[in-house]
């Protein structure tokens, strides 16, 4: 721990059953919305990528692909850090007038910062076309410019209501609306045969059209949101960090990690040609699907870490993290058994059989994608418990081994280079959050509640895929497989005795999210709670 962060007291009580289904409810409430846009922003980006991927030639995917990693990642440096610092500051601030202070600060910065970054970009896209040592990729920067100030503004929106708890702006503009009118655009581009052209053009206005949505809807809806959001009167100083320290430190940090995420991609551009970045750019699309399952309830749990350091509530803290591993580990775990053990049937599926040279990249970027997400929402827990500077060590270390990893290895295995580069370096960056705060605050994942369940469900599906071999065109059988693992998983949770009362409520408000009632489940699921369930986590197995 840095001097300059917070040291908590742990010296507090126990969690109060009232408070703990508060958090559970609201966990339940938002990662229930947030997994349904997931699954939207997966499928629509699917299909929108897909369809470009077969309409056009493999060296024009592969700049596409180079053009949307290097525009996501300049999203983020571009956003200053904003987006997490502001959710964290109105999470943490009781005060009403402070909190109109805070958005008007932020939104000024946010404009000022998209606008100048969205003119850097544009100006410079010849210049970063040569970088990569293909002209044609000038138009793909360029019009991919006013995109990014866009994907800005529209970030830092969601956030305010993410500092309020709530997550469904960023569910409907960012993870539904925005994907949907790409594919709507990219769909009406081929039917006009504007060819790749139009489909650039496609995805700068889609980002403009959902920018302008989620603009008007916080115009009509933050004001009174901000009014009332329950706070409490007063928040534990030792947790209080400055707006312009979490700014400043967030904005290395996820430029860090964003530099991570795409630097093994943009290394690759360097030493090969587009049409092995677009074999590997298939391979890492499969790849972080893990990253944007999870992503669901990373986004909830920042606030809600938050809401519970400020009130010093670390029994708290340390049942909904093992809670909310577990369900990550239940939504994940079936995609990581397809993806890797039936890495060519996955590819052909999704992309055509040009891309089964991606099979063996496909596995490693696989296998790390999933250690990452299983260990729990630690980088969330580090920016909401007030410890960015940790975060951003952890996401340097991150990088340097991407870097040094990619420049050592892509020149001599490509796309597999470059697979372990990233993987090396995402498991660090995971792992070392968690490391930190398990040695503050001993929040780790490692219970008997969610290893047993994990180990029962691999120990159950490891052989059901190895002897069920599914051939490129058994598309059926994929999902079907798919099918049997979410069983599994979610059996296996009662059947090794591992309910908790936390798991009750975060059903219960996903049940009423969903507007589904299923009285014998919840009957089923009271029968099968964990011996202690109701515990705190030290006491518990």
Known sequence: MTASEPVPDLTAPPSTGAGLDRTMATLGSGTATLVISTAAFVVLGFLARVTIARDVSLEQWGEFSLGLALSSLLAIVIALGLPSAVSRALSYEPDLLARRRIVRITLLASLLSALAGTLVVFAAAGTLARVFHDSGLTVVFELFAPAIGFTVVSTVLAAYFQGLERVAPNALFNMALNPALFLAFLAAALVLRTGFLGILVAYCVSAGVACLAIGLYTWSRLPPALQASPHANEADPTGRVSLLAMTITLF???????????????????????????????????????????????????????RLRRERDFDG??????????????????????????????????????????????????????????????????????????????????????????????????????????????????????????????????????????????????????????????????????????????????????????????????????????????????????????LPTSQAA
């Open 252 to 306: 290395g940090a996820a430029s860090l990690n964003l530099l991570t995420q795409f630097a093994d991609t943009l290394i690759l551009g360097i030493y090969r040609t587009t049409s092995v970045v677009g074999l590997y750019a298939a391979g890492m699309t499969l790849a972080r699907l893990f990253l944007a399952g999870a992503s669901s309830l990373v986004y909830i749990y920042l606030p809600v870490s938050t």
């Open 317 to 534: 803290l340390r049942r909904t993290y093992v809670t909310s591993a577990r369900w990550v580990t239940v939504i994940t775990l079936p995609v990581f058994c397809v993806f890797f053990f039936d890495p060519a049937a996955t590819l052909a599926f999704v992309f055509g059989t040009n891309y089964q040279g991606g099979v063996l990249a496909l596995r490693i970027l696989t296998l790390a994608g999933f250690f990452s997400v299983i260990i729990g929402p630690a980088n969330a827990g580090l920016s909401g418990l007030g410890h960015p500077m940790a975060n951003m060590a952890s996401a340097g270390t991150s990088l340097a081994l991407n870097i040094g990893l990619s420049f050592a290895l892509i020149p001599t295995w490509g796309l597999l280079g470059a697979a372990v580069a990233w993987s090396v370096a995402r498991v660090a960056y995971t792992g070392l959050c968690l490391a930190f705060v398990w040695h503050v605050y001993g929040m780790t994942p490692f219970k008997g509640r969610f290893t047993r369940p994990l180990v029962g469900s691999l120990a159950l599906l490891t052989p059901v895929f190895l002897l069920l071999p599914v051939a490129p065109g058994s598309f059926v059988m994929l999902l079907v497989l798919v099918a049997v693992g979410f069983a599994v998983c979610l059996l296996m949770i009662p059947a090794t005795r591992s309910v908790e009362h936390a798991d009750l409520v975060l059903y219960r408000s996903v049940q009423r999210k969903l507007g589904l009632r299923l009285l014998w489940l919840e009957g089923y699921l009271e029968s099968h709670q964990a011996k202690g369930g109701v």
